[in-house]
């Protein structure tokens, strides 16, 4: 209704003008839908938003440093990853021998106000009862020296040696304490996956909130859209449906002995949206896969161990075939929300990541 010669403005002409010039001069620049919108509507705000995530995912991945802590868990070949074919793409990994870790930890002082903080954070985070006190001890010590060594070496991300090293030699399982970095953004990654902490903290990015590494971990019935998502306890508090408790590790304990893993955090998923991915290395490339699903209310037999909650996912068996067949990791890491437009704008646009999209492939 603006369209008398004192009025109109050629809107679509300069826009797509302004693209063309970025163009020719090799400047990247993320286009929104509509194409034109009035500045003050909620399309517009709603614009903004996305490129904020764009632009906080696209700041924080590149020139990103994450830990290796430990070696990769030996028999997990399945989270190998090129640390050149990272550092091409901006990430930097930096290592630490697990003997650096427990020498740190042994010389960590219960008076250091660090150590009273960790230990006041972590009895807030999930329920105590019947952990021995040497174990929670240790798992305090523990805390204390990653976010040392965090600090010192600018990570932000970490990729953790999990098991069986803390479990013989320490007598816990780090999983509680990862749980809490996670918590306030410190992506922490398990059995040294680092593809999935640069993931992690990606998604992080791009909800304005924490992320959790998880196992694609069994089918729910005959449902095929819907599976448990589960891993020991690393989940951040705010993911949980309620306070976890801590208990030992009923699985490797099969493998350690009874009474050497406390550190678990048992609990549920809490429902919602969530965004998904994993990340991996492969022939001078970075890999990923994006999705979005929406944990649901669905029940748990109580005797699961670990922190699990039931996910549909649509297509979700094109999913897992993608996976597979593309050599991804069993890992997949998620975040609350549906982001995965800003994802896709950010790693794959600006940063050169492949994204596939499983859920949206054909046939």
């Known amino acids: 209704d603006k369209m008398s010669p004192a009025l109109r403005r050629d809107a679509f002409c300069g826009k797509i003008s302004i693209m063309d010039v970025f163009r020719q001069y090799g400047v990247k620049f993320t286009a929104l839908k509509p194409h034109t919108v009035n500045p003050t509507s909620e399309r517009f705000r709603q614009n903004i938003d996305e490129f904020d995530r764009v632009c906080r995912v696209v700041g924080g991945v590149r020139g990103m440093v994450v830990g290796a802590i430990g070696a990769r868990t030996t028999p997990f070949k399945t989270v190998r990853i090129d640390e050149v074919t990272l550092q091409r793409h901006g990430v930097t990994v930096e290592t630490l021998d697990l003997s650096d870790v427990f020498g740190r930890l042994k010389r960590v002082q219960p008076a250091d106000p660090a150590y009273a903080d960790k230990a006041a954070l972590l009895r807030r985070t999930a329920l105590w009862d019947d952990v021995p006190e040497a ?68 998604l992080s990015l791009a909800s304005h909130g924490p992320a959790a590494c998880l196992d694609w971990n069994n089918n729910y019935g005959d449902d095929d859209d819907r599976c448990i998502l589960f891993h020991c ?9 309620g306070m976890g408790q801590i208990s030992d590790h009923s699985i490797l304990m099969n493998a350690v002995g009874e009474g050497r893993g406390y550190g678990c955090n048992v609990g549920r998923i809490a429902p919602g949206d969530f965004t998904f991915g994993s990340l991996m290395t492969d022939e001078g490339r970075v890999k990923l896969y994006l999705g979005q699903g929406r944990f649901t209310h669905d029940p748990i037999p109580p005797d699961f161990f670990g922190c699990a909650g039931v996910a549909r ?22 975040t609350r929300g549906q982001v995965q437009p800003a994802l896709v704008e950010a790693l794959e646009h600006y940063l050169g990541f492949d994204v596939t999209l499983p859920q949206a492939a054909q046939g």
């Open 135 to 202: 174990a929670f001890d240790q798992l305090v010590r523990l805390g204390v020296t990653l976010d040392t060594i965090a600090q010192e070496y600018r990570m932000d991300a970490l990729a953790i040696r999990c098991w069986t090293e803390m479990q013989v030699q320490l007598g816990i399982s780090p999983c509680v304490v990862m749980g809490a970095l996670n918590e306030i953004g410190l992506a922490s990654a398990c059995e040294v996956d680092v593809g999935n902490a640069v993931m992690m903290r990606a």
């Open 313 to 334: 996912v649509d297509r979700l068996q094109d999913v897992l075939l993608h996976i597979g067949r593309h050599g991804h990791r069993h890992h997949v890491s998620v």
């Open 233 to 241: 306890g690393p989940v951040p508090p705010s993911l949980m449906s």
